[in-house]
């Protein structure tokens, strides 16, 4: 989902990876509380598999997701992902809360290593893995032309049904 102006109400973003055989899908909701702020630019990044960075490294909001190529992971691999708020509206934000559907990851055995701005943050998590929704409580506000980021880890699992050990996406 792409969107122009100011953010009104919830917005779902949603990350499709299709190679032909095999699809996967992830989703993250930008919740305001506030019609005065937008957040239409926000987006939802891979940065890095296994500690290693992409590069080029994706943009920050750019309104959705950047393309970052084919990118192929194994179950067991670690995904880094960055959720970049960006308010272009004309009033502070605050009541924050970030919603992000996983599908087919899981937590890391040392945890999700999540973190807002640099600090620790700790969602709340609901669901079954590896399927599950994290939860993220955004501490103060974003004023406008801020930015907030959200970082974590998790590891891929293998999608249901499928045989496959690799994935395309």
């Known amino acids: 989902t792409s969107s122009t102006g100011n953010l009104t109400t919830n917005q779902t973003y949603t990350l499709q990876c299709d190679d032909g055989a095999d699809k996967a899908t992830d ?16 987006d939802k990044d891979i940065t890095g598999i296994n500690s290693v960075n992409l590069s080029p490294a994706p943009s ?8 970052v190529g084919a990118v192929t992971f194994k179950e067991g691999d670690q995904v880094s992902f960055k ?21 087919n990851l899981s937590e890391p055995a ?8 640099g600090s620790n943050i700790t969602p709340v998590e609901s669901g079954t ?25 998790a590891i891929v699992t293998k999608p249901s049904g499928l045989s496959n050990t690799i994935y395309r996406f």
């Open 83 to 103: 959720v970049n708020m960006c308010n272009t509206g004309a009033a502070s934000a605050s009541s924050i809360v970030v919603t992000d559907q996983l599908t």
């Open 27 to 42: 989703q993250v909701t930008v919740l305001v509380s506030s019609a005065a702020p937008s957040f239409s630019t926000s």
């Open 60 to 67: 920050a909001c750019s309104g959705g997701t950047d393309s």
């Open 129 to 153: 893995s590896p399927n599950q929704t994290l939860t993220f409580t955004i501490p103060g506000s974003i004023a406008v032309s801020g930015q907030g980021t959200i970082t974590f880890n």
């Open 110 to 117: 040392s945890g999700w290593n999540a973190k807002y701005n």
